[in-house]
């Protein structure tokens, strides 16, 4: 192995494609050249390798350097963020020129041009960052206002889309109270009933589940609260609970699992064993058998962690 | 044997549809029952790696020109997970060109002439912590240390965070890599992690996972303010299983150290969420038990480690430790039946995992991919092995590890941080391999070496370069 390795290594080298580009650069850098060439050295290092951030930082330095227009550089920044969306460089470029002062554009207008990126690729980790930040760091009322209805679009087009929840979050919990947004328990309620709406769409949807938990966590809410709401979700569809209820009456608050629901659903019977374990003891063996119940049967990839889950509860009863 | 689809609920959407058609990708790949099982290729990919190290990495990889220090350390950690050793001379070119990363400044960067980073500092000195050696030209005394310190400093933010380099965004990879260099090379002070803690406890989102970064109010100076109920830290982006590994892995290097710090409010992280949302990360039987990096997205091989990696950490919070119960007491706990009479106390399928990376993660012609049909490159092949060996090994602080360091320790410098320098090295270095409770789902054949949990290096290579560092006898 290691004579075959010695002949092998013998050319161990990179072979960058674009060698000139990148040797040219190495030179201005060394040189400590800052100028409009500059600014064309670095836009065909980065066109041919968007991840060379040392290209992006000294074109960065430059721009401020030589006093360049920053506006321009946001056009320029607009056709390199369509081509690379996927870059992180891309997007912390833009988030300098804006702290800078770059406002050829507004903040109404980034979050239409982040919007146009999300509709190809709806789950871009940076462009969902890179919107937060904006309005994070702007922070105007004006800005906040449409996000609801941003989001609610991009649900209705991907219940399952987790960026659009976790921006949901984001809006409503993460940033302190927004303004129309001050009574906390009504909107608490919005939230859980929102919530409710789309796991009876579509109850096998580990997004909706997540954001129901955080946002009960986040009020201190019990999740006992919504054990009316759950229950139907935890056993197979058509079983004898239904034999009970009168399916002609609509039941606002406890919207039913949708016609086509693949039922019973992990997510709820976890849901319902953690509503047990909280009442406490005199319940304990009945969340034992719902953990149980998804170790064996209904989500038996997972036996270990809710086996888990039985010696944990057991541990703190025991102390 | 078939198995159940992930579940639609009669209203497919792009995820679901996306989900699906990967399901039935997978699926194709699980062995029948009556054909033999897929093994670890390693000769084969042994045979890929020397090819890369060798003809140069490929023209499409030219993307990594800016992330040359990467490419060592996943060629050359894949070696030594495989068992493989280099011989003197080719550790010198690796050496060598490492070194001529190092930048005048301090820090290393992607490549020779390009600006220190934090990702290619912590490539750089985790390759020459596989390759290197004390002594002229071995590259670890050749580490400008000073400069590296101010370099770490010139990127520190008030809410204690870094930027990942220069005019370049927070991100808590940034700061997981500083982390272990720091560490490594003795170099953790008060100072240089001051407030990072509470930046890392910021990043868990209510999903339980971590998130990149956080944003600061103060420095927004936010024109309404007035409609903010305090100083909220909200997470930028959503839980991510490569932004958990980062978080927790700093987590774990940093709380030992906490109660050294005179702290006012001491940072707290849900363990319990974080846990939950780990094991959710694990796909089902029809995804071959691979992990997810978030919620609703596809599985990918280098979760392997990530997420996977992730329950190692676990087990020095206490998660997942393997105890010894007397089997009665077991017996008497029990009303029900016989599979609780094991002690083993992985929360993750550490079964299934290892048929993911075996049935869809290799490819034939060598090296190891994010998924099938797509092709190996050096990032996945080093992640999946290191989730490979995560899976297959049972590794954890040990407190007979820990008494012995503390025994061992020589107090070289007569200085107040010499206890947490204690610390630091002690904890690092506490963690053990407990061969009996390895798991190989083929047998000891696909047998890998075992990664420390933190550092994604073999224990052995830690152990090497942190005695070096802070002067102790290796042992």
Redesign the interface.
């Known amino acids: ?2 004579q ?15 060698k000139d580009a ?1 040797d040219y650069f ?1 030179g201005v ?2 040189a400590g050249e800052m100028s409009e060439r500059v600014l064309t050295l670095t836009e065909s290092v980065i066109r ?7 290209a992006w ?2 074109r ?2 430059t721009l401020l350097a030589i006093n360049a227009p920053l506006d321009e550089e946001l056009e320029l920044m607009d056709e390199l963020a369509e081509k690379f969306l996927k870059n ?1 460089q891309v997007w ?1 470029h833009r ?2 020129l804006l702290q800078r002062g770059a406002l050829a554009k507004t903040p109404a207008a980034e979050l239409a041009f982040i919007a146009r990126g999300l509709s190809y690729d ?2 871009n ?2 462009t ?2 890179y919107r ?2 904006i309005l ?6 004006a800005l906040w206002e449409g996000e609801m209805r941003y989001i609610e679009n991009m649900l209705e ?7 659009a ?2 921006h949901r ?2 809006v409503v ?7 129309g947004d001050e009574d906390r328990e009504d909107t608490i309620r919005r939230e859980v009933s929102f919530t409710k709406e789309k796991i009876a ?7 909706a589940w ?2 129901l ?3 009960l ?2 009020s201190d809410t019990p999740f006992a609260s919504l054990r009316e709401f759950v229950l139907p979700y935890t056993v197979p569809a058509h079983s004898s609970l239904d034999d009970v209820r009168d399916d002609s009456v609509v039941d606002l608050e406890n919207p039913r699992p ?5 039922l019973p ?1 992990p997510a709820a019977i976890e849901f319902l064993a953690d509503i047990h374990e909280a009442v406490g003891d005199l319940q304990l063996i009945s969340f034992r058998q719902l953990w ?1 119940s998804l170790a064996d049967e209904h ?7 809710w ?2 889950r039985i ?1 944990e509860a ?1 541990a703190s009863r025991d102390s | 044997m078939s198995f159940k689809h ?6 497919p ?4 549809t996306e989900q699906r058609r990967l399901e039935i990708i997978l699926s194709q790949h699980r062995p029948p029952p009556d054909h033999p099982k897929p093994t670890l290729q390693k000769n084969v990919h ?1 045979q890929w790696l ?2 890369n ?5 490929p ?1 499409r990889f ?7 220090p990467w ?1 060592f350390f996943w060629t050359l950690q894949g070696f030594y997970f495989i068992g ?4 003197p ?2 550790k010198q ?1 690796c050496i060598d ?1 490492i070194m001529a990363c190092q930048h005048s400044d301090g820090g290393f ?7 220190p ?1 934090l990702l290619s500092t912590y490539a750089a000195v985790s390759a020459l912590a596989c390759v290197g050696r004390p002594g002229p030209g071995g590259g670890w005394d050749q580490i400008d240390r000073v400069k590296l310190y101010s370099f770490f400093m010139s990127l520190k933010q008030p809410d204690g965070s870094f930027l990942v ?5 927070v991100d808590i990879r940034g700061i997981y890599c500083l982390l272990c260099a720091a560490t490594l090379l003795d170099m953790l002070t008060p100072e240089l992690v001051a407030g990072t803690a509470s930046f890392v406890a910021s990043l868990q ?3 339980g996972g971590f ?3 956080s ?1 600061p ?1 103060y420095i ?1 100076d ?4 007035e ?4 100083y ?1 830290r ?7 299983g490569g932004y958990t590994f980062c978080a927790l892995a700093s987590w774990i290097l940093l709380r030992p150290l906490l109660d050294k710090m005179e702290l006012e409010r001491v940072p707290e992280i849900n363990v319990k ?1 974080l ?3 780990l ?2 990360m ?4 029809i995804e071959l ?1 691979g992990f997810k990096g ?4 596809l599985v990918d091989v280098c979760y392997s480690w990530w997420v996977g990696g992730c329950f190692a950490l676990l087990r020095s919070l206490g ?2 430790v393997r105890h010894t119960v007397p089997s009665q007491q077991q017996v008497d ?1 029990e009303d ?1 039946d016989e ?2 009479s094991d002690v083993d ?5 550490r079964f ?1 995992i290892q048929e993911y990376i075996f049935y869809a993660g290799q490819h034939t012609t060598g090296g190891l991919r994010d998924k099938p049909p797509k092709v190996a490159d050096a990032y996945h092949t080093l992640y999946a092995l290191s989730g490979l060996s995560t899976a297959q090994h049972y590794t954890a602080p040990s407190d007979e590890v820990r008494e012995r360091l503390r025994k061992e320790w020589k107090q070289i410098h007569d200085d107040s941080l010499d206890e947490w320098r204690k610390v630091a090295y002690v904890e690092a270095r506490a963690w053990k391999e407990e061969e009996a409770a390895s798991m190989y789902i083929n047998g000891p054949g696909d047998r890998l070496n075992a990664a420390h949990p933190v550092f994604n290096l073999t224990i052995t290579h830690v152990g090497r370069i942190m005695s070096h560092f802070y002067k102790q006898n290796q042992s």
């Open positions: 192995m290691n075959a390795l010695t002949q092998l290594l013998r050319s161990f080298i990179l072979k960058p494609a674009n990148t190495r850098v060394k041919m390798n968007p991840a060379h951030y040392s930082q000294y960065y330095r992180y912390h988030r300098l709806a789950k980790y940076h969902w960052a937060q930040w994070a760091y702007f922070n105007q009322d087009d991907d219940v399952r889309n987790n960026s929840w976790h979050f984001f919990f993460s940033n302190g109270v927004r303004k769409l579509a109850p096998n949807n580990a997004s997540n954001y938990r955080g946002v966590e986040h949708s016609p086509g629901a693949d659903c149980k989500d038996t990839i997972r036996k270990r962690y086996e888990h010696s057991q | 992930s579940s639609e609920d009669g209203y959407t792009p995820t679901s042994m020397v090819r190290f060798s003809q140069g990495f023209e030219i993307s990594q020109d800016a992330s040359q490419l493989a050793e280099l011989d001379q080719n070119r060109t960067g992607g490549g020779p002439g390009q600006f980073h380099s220069r005019d370049s965004e989102t209510y999903e998130a990149s970064a944003h109010y927004a936010p024109p309404s303010l409609t903010l109920a305090d909220p909200p997470a930028l982006g959503e839980a991510h969420n846990t939950r949302w094991a959710l694990q796909g089902s039987e038990g978030r919620t609703n997205k998660v997942g706990n029900d599979q609780w106390d992985d929360v993750f399928n299934a």
